[in-house]
């Protein structure tokens, strides 16, 4: 009985870090860019990864997702702050890794 309880509870557990607070950023940066400047640094590093962004934007901000046919989209949100902007990370791929980052994480952090 006592191995059946530790395989659900760790199963229980890989699930809750697959579906855990998707409205929460995955990593938040600061940037001395201006929100169009951190765009037109990032966006060329996901298309050199194969990822395929649209890109939306407003006055204060530029949003930029990258769809996914498995999980979520990933999201990044970067906004016009004091003196640069402030950038919200959205990694939502299935199998998250808290070793490495992914290629859309690193390009976030490429141009901050």
């Keep these: 009985m006592r191995p059946l309880f530790v395989t659900v509870l760790a199963f229980a557990s890989l699930l809750a870090g697959c579906a855990s607070a998707p409205n929460d950023p995955t990593l938040t940066l600061q940037t001395h860019k ?12 996901l298309q050199g990864s194969a990822l395929n962004p649209t890109v939306s934007q407003t006055q204060r901000s530029y949003r930029i997702v990258v769809p996914s046919k498995v999980s979520a989209d990933n999201v990044l949100e970067a906004y ?20 490495l980052p992914s290629s859309f994480e690193r390009a976030a952090q490429e141009c901050i």
């Design 34 to 45: 201006t929100p169009a400047q951190f765009a037109d640094c990032v966006i060329p590093k």
């Design 80 to 99: 016009k702050a004091g003196n640069g902007g402030k950038v919200f990370v959205y990694d939502r791929h299935l199998l998250a890794s808290n070793f």
